[in-house]
């Protein structure tokens, strides 16, 4: 043994082997920007859900709207800075299931549901477990599904369809009792949408960058004006018809 042995005791092999490990653990922490945008989204649709308990059934939709933009925005901006992670992806998904699931579930139910007892929860539960079960399928298809399709009605759009309707209906007075039996069909099968093998079109394949006609310009610009006229009832009629879009291209590839 030599005299170097003798002199490193048991006590400084420990704290060799402590700092090692210190060493050796890694940073932890979260992107702080993206997920900023989850959070806000997060807080639309707990706000919705506020503002339908306290009868607020407009101020409960449009938040929806809200979390659907910055639901929208918090992807692209962790695309953009180089921020994406795993944590901001369950994230998002959790967000997700508050913002598109529960919360218009809770919503529809309160607003013209409940009158109908087992049959307006048990529809509301429909909208909302196939949210669930969109968003598990939804993260388990990352990078095998086709770019340009999604699965099934995605969350987002289904909730808009809910919640267009309530602002919609309110903004012209309609009541959720006058709609009451409507929508225990729209919700159970909006949700059932959502867990189909039904195609939508996802967008992501559109080139913003690129020329395009000077027509096209001009749509978009009538577009925003009827948006700015009865944002409500335009949102409403552009989600209702995404979601029959799908299941008209079923028939439509049948007739070929």
């Known amino acids: 043994m030599s005299i170097e042995d003798i002199k490193k005791s048991p006590v400084d092999e420990i704290e060799d082997v402590d700092l090692g490990d210190e060493k050796k653990q890694p940073h932890r922490g979260v992107y702080l920007l993206p997920n900023l945008f989850t959070t806000a989204a997060l807080f639309s649709g707990f706000y919705s859900?506020?503002?339908?308990?306290?009868?607020?059934?407009?101020?409960?939709?449009?938040?929806?709207?809200?979390?659907?933009?910055?639901?929208?925005?918090?992807?692209?901006?962790?695309?953009?800075?180089?921020?994406?992670?795993?944590?901001?992806?369950?994230?998002?998904?959790?967000?997700?299931?508050?913002?598109?699931?529960?919360?218009?579930?809770?919503?529809?139910?309160?607003?013209?549901?409940?009158?109908?007892?087992?049959?307006?929860?048990?529809?509301?539960?429909?909208?909302?477990?196939?949210?669930?079960?969109?968003?598990?399928?939804?993260?388990?298809?990352?990078?095998?599904?086709?770019?340009?399709?999604?699965?099934?009605?995605?969350s987002p759009a289904a909730a808009a369809i809910v919640a267009g309707i309530i602002w919609a209906a309110n903004d012209k007075g309609v009541s959720g009792e006058d709609l009451a039996s409507l929508m225990t069909i729209v919700v159970p099968i909006t949700g059932l949408l959502m867990v189909s093998n039904v195609k939508y079109r996802s967008f992501k394949d559109l080139n913003l960058k690129g020329r395009v006609p000077f027509i096209v310009l001009l749509i978009a610009v009538l577009v925003l004006a009827l948006v700015a006229l009865e944002p409500a009832v335009l949102l409403m009629s552009m989600f209702c018809l995404y979601g029959l879009w799908g299941i008209l291209g079923i028939f439509f590839k049948q007739l070929r």
Do not use: C
């Open 49 to 154: 859900i506020i503002a339908a308990m306290n009868g607020d059934f407009t101020h409960a939709a449009v938040a929806v709207f809200i979390a659907m933009v910055l639901d929208g925005l918090d992807g692209r901006v962790a695309r953009l800075t180089h921020t994406q992670s795993a944590f901001g992806a369950e994230y998002d998904s959790l967000s997700d299931m508050v913002s598109f699931g529960i919360a218009p579930a809770l919503i529809v139910f309160s607003w013209s549901l409940a009158p109908f007892g087992k049959v307006g929860w048990v529809a509301a539960f429909i909208y909302a477990v196939g949210a669930a079960l969109r968003l598990a399928r939804f993260n388990t298809m990352l990078g095998v599904e086709e770019k340009r399709y999604f699965t099934g009605l995605p």
